[in-house]
């Protein structure tokens, strides 16, 4: 049995690339405070003023849509290990925190690394307007201000809000010695569409960063950030992830979608690919961040498990050809794969139904997953066909 690298499929926040990038503009003139590696500091809140009155001007009001979190104010360069000094400053601190960011980019992984940790919590994000007036941000050349691989950091949010005046900024991506080879530009590009898939972010933006002129910055409107689920309320949730086509190792096509658990943020991805000449299904577990090494999740997987999957009312029960295998050596640790034989009757009937289910015949199911979870067949037609 050929193994896929489900690199192809899922991001995963423990990239390893071989080109190290750096994503801010040196044209743009940062100066040595905005250089300054990035900070974490929780900060008050005005509406808790009223009852403490040795609280000046110096506290935030965060929008309503964002909740009534705590406020962890984020400020100055990213870099490849910010998400190390993040998951140290958050620790004990609950889901609905406000991570608001103030930035002009600086490591692109290390954005993406640390958007991935703000999801994992359930943390919410803010771009807020420019306030010079506030002590605590330190250099006004960075206040109300996401750029860059900032952006991309800001997409972790659960619920993501930008300030009237607030900026969210993109720009071709480069490293430091401003070359990259087609060959890494499209590497990055892939990595890049697959992290705005698993925000739930129209690859739009992806799009809009790739056309801008080089060393110049495109400040993404409202109208567009809200288009293309930039940002995003609560009265306006992530919709059901639709089918996609990625290239897999080999040359292979996987259709492939996945859905985020209701207990834990965790996901299950269910993918097909033809191998060897026969259809084969993918079931990909990846656990919550706080949970991939824990005992209670991967003692789940020591023992093969059927897959039931209904679809029109109809039950087909799929047996496994493998047995668990670590979902590819890029992928976090816990991430777990199995393959199953697809009947012909199950494709002719997900090909005519809006939506399908799947439970794994879990004995104890791993922490984090539901008993059952419902998929969507958007896309799905076009997807399988392709392959």
């Not at 974490?40 to 009155?53: E, I, N, P």
């Not at 104010?73 to 991570?99: C, H, S």
């Not at 430091?176 to 060959?183: C, F, I, T």
């Not at 005992?295 to 498990?305: G, H, P, Q, R, Y």
Request: proline share 4%; net charge positive; with cysteine.
């Amino acid at each position: 049995m050929h193994s896929v690298n489900v690199n192809q499929i899922l991001f995963c926040c423990k990239l390893v690339l071989g080109v190290l990038l750096s994503s801010s503009l040196s044209a743009w003139g940062q100066s040595a405070t905005a250089d300054e590696a990035m900070s974490f500091q929780k900060v008050v809140r005005c509406d808790s003023a009223a009852s403490d009155k040795s609280i000046s001007s110096l506290c935030f009001t965060p929008p309503p849509e964002l909740g009534a979190g705590d406020v962890v104010l984020a400020q100055g360069k990213i870099e490849r290990k910010t998400e190390d000094a993040f998951g140290a400053a958050v620790k004990n601190m609950p889901a609905g925190t406000i991570v608001l960011l103030n930035s002009l980019g600086g490591d692109l992984v290390g954005g993406l690394r640390l958007g991935q940790s703000i999801r994992a919590r359930d943390f919410n994000t803010w771009i807020m307007d420019a306030q010079t007036e506030k002590t605590a941000i330190k250099d006004k050349k960075i206040s109300g201000k996401c750029f860059s691989s900032c952006a991309y950091t800001f997409l972790g949010g659960v619920v993501r809000k930008v300030d009237k005046t607030g900026q969210l900024g993109v720009h071709q991506f480069r490293n430091q010695e401003d070359k990259l080879d087609a060959n890494q530009a499209q590497k990055i590009s892939a990595m890049l569409a697959r992290y705005l898939d698993a925000m739930g972010i129209n690859r739009q933006l992806l799009d809009q960063a790739l056309l801008t002129e080089p060393g110049k910055m495109t400040l993404i409107p409202e109208i567009q950030r809200i288009a293309w689920n930039v940002e995003l309320s609560q009265t306006n949730p992530i919709a059901v992830s639709k089918w996609k086509l990625e290239a897999a190792a080999g040359g292979k096509r996987l259709a492939f979608t996945s859905v985020k658990q209701v207990k834990r943020n965790a996901y299950l991805t269910f993918a097909l690919t033809y191998i060897n000449g026969s259809l084969r299904g993918l079931l990909i577990a990846k656990p919550d961040a706080r949970d991939e090494q824990a005992t209670d999740w991967l003692s789940a997987f020591n023992e093969k498990v059927e897959l039931m999957t209904e679809v029109n009312s109809k039950l087909f029960v799929l047996r496994p050809v493998s047995d668990w295998e670590r979902a590819g050596q890029v992928n976090t640790p816990g991430t777990r794969q199995i393959w199953y034989v697809i009947p012909p009757e199950m494709i002719k009937e997900m090909l005519t139904a809006r939506q399908f289910k799947l439970k794994p015949q879990w004995a104890f199911p791993p922490m984090g997953m539901d008993a059952e979870t419902l998929f969507s067949t958007d896309g799905f037609k076009d997807n399988y066909s392709a392959l």
